[in-house]
């Protein structure tokens, strides 16, 4: 322990201003709840002017939310704040120098999986930013997810770098890893318990003053630096491991001609003291930018470990076997659409799919990772024309995301559902064969949406996750054939 950055810290006082690197899903309702709480007085989101993301700095600064999709409370926080002064982007990197603790949101993918070699390219400007600016007593969080042992090594050595200090004597350094999901931001940095991981004791201790005033019901619990990020990634590959056991039963599930949903009931119908049999929903892909890269985190840490791992010998990786589970999934929605084409005499080439959900979860304007991207590109490649509707997803690299879901649907040979957005719950089979115009259109539900039997009923072709029950049912009308 420290007593220099003890004595540092108590000279400086209380943190009163607070800056936030990264505007995205976890920094723009991070820096709200910091600006509302009455024990802070000021906080500055930093957001780079890029062609890309610029956008964002005035559309914060008038108080307005660049996410799209459903954020409860968002908007009017963000309007709150700023009317009452407490809340500014800006691309000035300069005045770091002004804050007294300073949190990076900073995606983290993974270049190559295979070789557990993480992009880091983006986190380490920003950690050079906060060292160029860095002054004693200042408090750095990383709340991005990184490889074990991230902090205290390069985000460290940075830091020592650029601003000339010495972590755990000069500044207090820290990783706080960030726990929400998109629909649900504000309420789960408000409910969840925070993680805090410092390189020393003051420096957590200070994390924890950071933290507290925004935590409504959750608590924070405090350990190591790299015990913090151990536990972020491992979370996410636990949930991950978790889908992929949900998966990988509804793949049983259809090859033995039961449905998935039924046998989950059953499991979770299983109660009592010392019982835990809760299960996942299976679906058509992970996606996002946590879950699909996190394991390669945890894997990469353990190899870069003090100890060598102890495993069976040859033995796979089971949340490696996860991953590719789940990575499986679109591939799997691909097989079902060129399945049930068969059945009405027709094959992907040639064929129109309207693909529905572009995001990687419902009602979000999410599309980090999505699993609609490798089924979208198999299916073009395999010469389908592919049309894809997304209430919530503007834009996104190379694919036109389009409103207007009659036009998506009209003359369509398939119809996909990717995303479980809540627009698709009420999809009308008589409505939908209509715009088709196809006397046994195919439906693919990847997200369990509709009801299987009014779907057949019309004529429809089905394919449901799961669906084994389903999945072969007699085709109603006379078939089309293929021209």
């Known amino acids: 322990m420290s007593s220099k950055l003890e004595n540092i810290l108590k000279e400086r006082g209380p943190i009163k201003k607070i800056g936030v690197i990264g505007m995205g899903y976890v920094g723009i309702p991070a820096a709200a709840l910091f600006a509302d709480s009455d024990m802070f007085d000021h906080v500055l989101g930093f957001q ?46 300069s005045r770091i120098a002004e804050l007294d ?28 930013n906060v060292g160029k600016y860095l002054r004693p007593g200042m408090l750095v969080v990383l709340e991005s997810t990184i490889t074990p042992g991230t ?25 706080a890893p960030e726990r929400v999901m998109v629909g649900r931001l504000l309420r789960n940095i408000q409910e969840h318990d925070r993680i805090v991981g410092g390189i020393d004791a003051p420096s957590t201790q200070r994390s924890v003053e950071l933290y507290s005033p925004v935590l409504t019901k959750g608590k924070v619990i405090p350990m190591s630096a790299t015990a913090a990020e151990v536990t972020k990634t491992a979370e996410n590959t636990f949930r991950d491991l978790q889908i ?19 046998v989950r009931a059953g499991i979770d119908s299983l109660k009592g003291e010392g019982i835990t049999r809760a299960i996942l929903y299976p679906g058509a892909g992970v996606g996002g930018h946590c879950l699909t890269k996190d394991t390669y985190h945890l894997e990469r840490g353990v190899k870069l470990g003090q100890e060598p791992l102890d495993y069976p010998a040859d033995a796979e990786s089971i ?36 693909m529905l959900g572009w995001a990687f979860i419902n009602d979000s304007d999410d ?6 991207e490798p089924y979208r590109d198999m299916a073009v490649d395999a010469g389908a024309q592919v049309v894809v509707h997304d209430p919530h997803v503007l834009q996104y690299p190379d694919v ?16 996909v559902v990717l995303t479980g957005h809540k627009e698709y719950f009420g999809l009308d089979p008589e409505r939908l064969k209509a715009l088709t115009g196809k006397s046994n259109p195919v439906i693919i539900d990847g997200r369990n949406v509709i009801n299987p039997d009014r779907f057949i009923d019309a004529g429809f072709v089905y394919k449901g996750i799961g669906r084994g029950d389903k999945n072969q049912h007699a085709v109603k009308k006379a078939v089309e054939l293929s021209t």
């Open 48 to 93: 780079r002017a890029s062609s890309s993301s610029g956008y964002k700095i005035d559309m914060l600064n008038r108080g307005e939310s660049p996410l799209k999709g459903e954020e409860p409370g968002l908007e009017d926080l963000l309007a709150k704040v700023v009317r009452a002064g407490k809340f500014e982007c800006t691309s000035d990197f």
């Open 101 to 128: 603790a300073v949190t990076l949101a900073i995606q983290t993918p993974f270049a190559d999986s295979k070789a557990l070699e993480p992009d880091f390219g983006a986190l380490k400007d920003g950690i050079r």
């Open 151 to 175: 902090t205290d090594g390069m985000g460290r050595e940075i830091l020592e770098e650029e601003s000339g200090l010495v972590a755990g004597e000069d500044f207090a350094l820290a990783h």
């Open 244 to 262: 992929a056991a949900a998966n990988q039963l509804a793949l049983y599930c259809e090859a033995m001609g039961i449905n998935v949903y039924d």
């Open 319 to 354: 949340y490696v076997l996860a991953r590719r589970v789940n990575d499986f999934m679109p591939v799997h929605m691909y097989n079902l659409t060129e399945a049930a084409l068969g059945r009405v005499n027709r094959k992907v080439k040639g064929s129109k799919i309207a």
């Open 367 to 372: 599309a980090r990772n999505p699993p609609s």
């Open 400 to 415: 036109e995301i389009h409103k207007d879901i009659e036009e998506v649907l009209k003359g369509a040979d398939a119809v």
